[in-house]
């Protein structure tokens, strides 16, 4: 079974088109769709109410910057610092295209900072390209589980 990938939107105008253009591109990683960082982060941990999700980590975490209760930098802080998920691929996915935001979200271990482009075409195949490359092409640190294989 292939890994999961972690879609962390709050809009519903960013999150329909990235689940579609992911559907389109993957073959056959499942995203998993939370609404903000508190759900990721319960979700990666499998605490709260993902307490009973099954065992291993996405392939990928797509996540948006600007979220509610809990803000997306807050994210990569927690992956980089716990050690069954600090190999696990972080992506911000933004419209915010502020340098202070870049370089936070790099000093904090984001693997990749993608701006949400404008137009709906080049939105889907940003999301396709994303998807396929960290889900499918990209190879993990030895001794970490293949990105392409479901753990548990």
């Not at 079974?1 to 990683?29: C, F, H, W, Y």
């Not at 502020?98 to 949400?116: F, H, I, P, T």
Request: hydrophobic share 40%; glycine share 8%.
């Amino acid at each position: 079974m292939l890994k999961p990938i972690l879609l962390v939107e709050d809009d519903a105008r960013d999150l329909e088109p990235t689940l579609l253009a992911l559907e389109r591109s993957q073959p056959g990683n499942d995203p998993v769709t939370v609404r903000d960082a508190a759900q990721a982060l319960d979700s990666l941990r499998r605490e709260g109410p993902c307490a009973g999700r099954l065992e291993g980590h996405p392939a990928v975490i797509l996540l948006d910057l600007k979220l509610p209760k809990v803000n997306g930098l807050e994210v990569p802080e927690a992956v980089r610092g716990h050690p069954q998920l600090r190999a696990v691929p972080v992506v911000m996915l933004t419209s915010s295209e502020a340098e202070s935001d870049v370089l936070r979200s790099y000093s904090l271990g984001v693997n990749a900072y993608v701006v949400k482009p404008v137009e709906l075409k080049q939105f889907i195949t940003a999301i396709a390209d994303l998807g396929v490359f960290w889900a499918v092409l990209n190879e993990p640190p030895p001794g970490s589980v293949k990105g392409r294989r479901h753990v548990g």
